[in-house]
């Protein structure tokens, strides 16, 4: 940000004043001061009002949180993901010993390989129906149904109904995120593009309309059909080569994909490789089939292979940063129509609105830990997940929202 303060009017001569809006963290002020014949001299320097969130720990004694959420079904309750297969419940800020749904013995950890992603059905207070996902022990991207046991707080671990599962190559960019559309009420499924670690840097999977790595799906699970339907909606339904489960194509791997419960859009925040982390925004009227550009893309920048460069028609982000920044971009939640997204290595917290045509991305909070995962509960309260310390953090932020 620069401002100058030559053309600025003060009453007194010697007071300036420079509103920061939207606010956001500053981590350090450059004063530039030309040649006069006079003299120059900054007596104060006042943060008239901080905009930085307050943080604070809501819950602790987890092993490796990978993901937080709630069901949507006004109980106040959040569950919390840990990577190595279990759903831990938090009510009134405690932590139940017994956890919701223990996978364990299903789940392979290996690397980033673990239980990635939970959504609630919009019926859930009705049909007691979840979703799961998790790579297998036996190397599957798996989604699995399950439902609530008599004890609400317990889930019936016998209730599993496999709706996908297909191979995954690698040991990280697994299947991650689920989420449900609020408009179409489809199940979405973030998927990662496969990559097999300590081998070649891209895969083929993001571009091949046949695979499901590297892609959005989009699948109807609530309609009777089992395992899934296929909504008559998706854009490649009718396309030779294209796998009908594809909503959007061309992504590296989609962390923390969220929904504007309010208008519907999609925000898609994706790791880059070595240079940018991004995100991607779709706007609720989109027919979907987007393609992000990875690998001919990373971010706004080219990658590999300069012609397809010139005919693609790729989507670019709407934001992005370097790794000057940060590591790995790590989503997601939206509250008031603003994304909130923090990165994997520096633990600040970042949010993400639009004004018009433009886009501001602010850094409102540092929690200074890794964190692996932004979530809110129902009443628009934003938490993260410390992955190494086991944390489960708040963010007291009177912008978000806190109205049922």
């Not at 809501?58 to 990577?83: C, M, Q, W």
């Not at 008031?336 to 602010?362: H, N, T």
Request: net charge negative; charged share 20%; aromatic share 10%.
């Amino acid at each position: 940000m620069w401002h100058r303060f030559d053309t600025d009017y003060s009453a007194d001569g010697t007071l300036f004043s420079l509103k920061i809006d939207p606010p956001q963290l500053v981590d350090y002020l450059r004063i530039l001061t030309t040649r006069t014949e006079g003299w120059v001299a900054i007596r104060e320097l006042r943060i008239v009002e901080s905009p930085l969130s307050t943080v604070l720990v809501a819950a602790s004694g987890l092993a490796e949180p990978v993901y937080i959420t709630h069901a949507n079904d006004k109980s106040d309750r959040l569950f919390v993901l840990e990577k190595e297969g279990r759903i831990r419940v938090i009510k009134d800020g405690i932590l139940s010993e017994t956890p919701f749904l223990d996978l364990s013995t299903r789940v392979d950890t290996t690397f980033h390989n673990g239980l990635l992603g939970l959504a609630f059905s919009s019926s859930y207070a009705q049909n007691g129906h979840f979703y799961v996902s998790y790579v297998s022990a036996d190397n599957q991207n798996t989604v699995s149904r399950f439902s609530a046991g008599p004890d609400p707080d317990i889930a019936d671990p016998d209730s599993e109904q496999v709706v996908l599962a297909f191979h995954h190559p690698g040991v990280n960019h697994s299947v991650g995120t689920l989420a449900f559309g609020p408009l179409d009420g489809h199940l979405y499924i973030a998927v990662g593009d496969g990559k097999v670690f300590n081998l070649p840097d891209v895969t083929p999977y993001p571009q091949d309309p046949g695979s499901l790595l590297g892609k959005i799906l989009r699948i109807d699970v609530e309609s009777g059909v089992i395992p899934y339907a296929i909504p008559p909606g998706n854009p490649f339904v009718d396309a030779p080569g294209y796998a009908p489960e594809l909503w959007a194509l061309g992504l590296r791997n989609p962390w923390g994909i969220a929904f504007d419960h309010q208008t519907g859009a999609l925000y898609i925040p994706d790791t880059g490789q070595h240079t940018i982390e991004e995100i991607n925004f779709q706007p609720a009227a989109s027919p979907g089939g987007q393609n992000y550009g990875w690998p001919i893309y990373e971010g706004p920048l080219p990658y590999l292979d300069a012609q397809a460069q010139q005919t693609e028609p790729f989507s670019l982000p709407v934001a992005h940063y370097s790794h000057a920044d940060g590591c790995a971009i790590v989503g997601g939640a939206v509250v008031d129509s603003v994304f909130y997204f923090s990165d994997a290595c520096l633990g600040l917290l970042w949010e993400l609105r639009q004004g018009g045509s433009a886009w501001m991305a602010s850094r409102i909070a540092k929690i200074e830990r890794p964190i692996s995962s932004i979530g809110r509960d129902h009443d628009g309260v934003i938490y993260a997940t410390g992955y190494a310390d086991g944390h489960i953090y708040r963010v007291v932020n009177p912008k978000c929202s806190t109205t049922k």
